[in-house]
């Protein structure tokens, strides 16, 4: 009988501390705003020292007073951030707390589960499923659509871009469209695709689409860093550079948006090939950015609008983002960006931010829109999408269509202005 009792109460107790509040069993993202600059040195360290990730902002350098900071948290350092946290007075909110669960179930791909209602542009696609979707696009259709090889990776996957060209009106303009710079941010491929998908079932029913169309081919890549793109489905949810080594360290990956030619690895960006805002050897050390950096410049007579989607914090930047310096022609791209917001706002409801990159967010040179607007392609844009915060780079499925809409009615907006002014 004894025995009996001394097992249940093993067993219990095992139990108790399964369920307990003691242990975290799953990552958790924190937000945390430092009140002081001792705090803004703590979390610097917490957030280089411990295995966190960093949402936001993409360096612990840009970490400063009175600013959120997002910090994702894995179970097994839970205890020590907090306690650390709570030595230092630092408050957080934890504002997801089951974010595990949401990785591994964007990981798993439904596309065969007949019990999985949405379509196929409601869900998120790995890489193969999106190479396979590029290539049935171009083929059904055959007159209007054409995959183009502008490069490869640093492994060696084709860059493919899908050219737009819904009708045959002589020496149209262009706009150029890219997603999936940032790995992690997997609602920008998304939305490169949904893009497309309407671009084609609506010419000739929608008027907005139709007038753009009728005034210019559009170029998109659908994923600019697929290297990246592969590796956030396959090993690290939370990867952001791209996949190429450096000598002399393991450290490996160039982040694409810090290796153009514009001020390049000045202030915001970073020499040390461990950090997440590293510049690359030298600019367009990458295959991926050079890829891009080629065809653009191949190109720049006809392309007109450079855009390139990101993700998250919902705003709708202009250049600069490498200087505090504004842009030849501030005003008229200010208030292209202003009108979008506002749109966004009047259809969905929805607040995004807006203006000049570096004043907006923080400096961060060597992006692609600034040295596209330096190489004369004015209507240069970068669109940070949903959410703001809350699920950040984990944004579910159930959110694609939605923050897709807006990106969508700010493209239009910003296209129709530019057509009007030409
Ligand atoms: N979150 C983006 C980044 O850090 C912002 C891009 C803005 N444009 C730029 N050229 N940095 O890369
Ligand atoms: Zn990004």
New binding site residues.
């Given amino acids: 009988m004894a025995t009996f009792w001394m097992l249940f109460f093993i067993f219990y107790f095992e139990l108790l501390l399964k369920t307990g509040h003691c242990t975290e069993t799953s990552g958790q993202v924190l937000s945390i705003t430092p009140n002081t600059q001792e705090q803004v040195e703590v979390l610097r360290n917490v957030s280089t020292q411990y295995q966190t990730g960093l949402w936001k902002p993409?360096s612990p350098h840009n970490i400063k007073e009175l600013t959120q900071v997002h910090l994702y948290v894995p179970a097994n350092s839970s205890e020590t951030v907090r306690n650390l946290l709570q030595r230092h007075g630092i408050t957080h909110e934890v504002m997801l707390s089951n974010a595990d669960e949401i990785i591994e179930m964007q990981m798993r791909n439904e596309s065969g589960d007949p019990r999985s209602g949405s379509t196929f542009y409601q869900r998120y696609h790995n890489l193969e499923d999106i190479y396979e979707w590029i290539n049935r696009t171009a083929h059904e259709n055959p007159t209007t659509v054409k995959a183009i090889l502008i490069g490869s990776s640093y492994q060696k996957r084709p860059l493919y871009a899908l050219k737009l060209s819904l009708n045959n009106k002589p020496n149209k303009k262009a706009m150029w469209i890219d997603c999936g710079i940032h790995a992690r941010e997997w609602i920008s491929p998304a939305f490169c695709l949904i893009f497309v998908q309407y671009s084609l079932s609506f010419y000739k029913l929608n008027s907005d689409i139709t007038q753009i169309l009728d005034n210019m081919d559009i170029y998109v890549l659908p994923v600019m860093n697929p290297d990246g793109y592969k590796y956030t489905w396959t090993k690290d949810r939370m990867w952001r550079k791209n996949r190429s080594p450096t000598n002399g360290t393991s450290c490996i990956g160039v982040d694409l948006?810090r290796n153009f030619d514009a001020n390049w690895c000045t202030k915001g960006a970073s020499p040390d090939p461990c950090s997440e805002i590293y510049c690359g050897a030298f600019p367009e050390s990458e295959p991926e950015s050079q890829a891009v950096a080629n065809f653009l410049r191949s190109n720049k007579d006809i392309i007109q609008i450079y855009l390139t989607i990101?993700s998250y914090s919902q705003m709708l930047?202009i250049p600069y983002?490498?200087t505090m310096d504004e842009a030849d022609n501030h005003s008229e791209l200010y208030e292209m960006v202003k009108q979008a917001a506002e749109n966004i706002r009047r259809y969905y409801r929805n607040v995004y931010t807006y203006g000049a990159?570096a004043k907006t967010?923080y400096l961060?040179p060597g992006?692609s829109?600034?040295w596209a607007h330096n190489l004369g392609i004015k209507y240069s844009f970068?669109f940070?999408l949903q959410d703001r915060g809350r699920y950040g780079f984990l944004l579910p499925p159930s959110y694609i269509q939605g923050a897709s809409n807006e990106a969508l009615i700010a493209l239009k907006t910003i296209a129709l202005k530019v057509i009007e002014k030409t």
């Fill in positions: 993409a948006n990101h930047l983002s490498c990159g967010i961060a992006g829109d600034d970068t940070e």
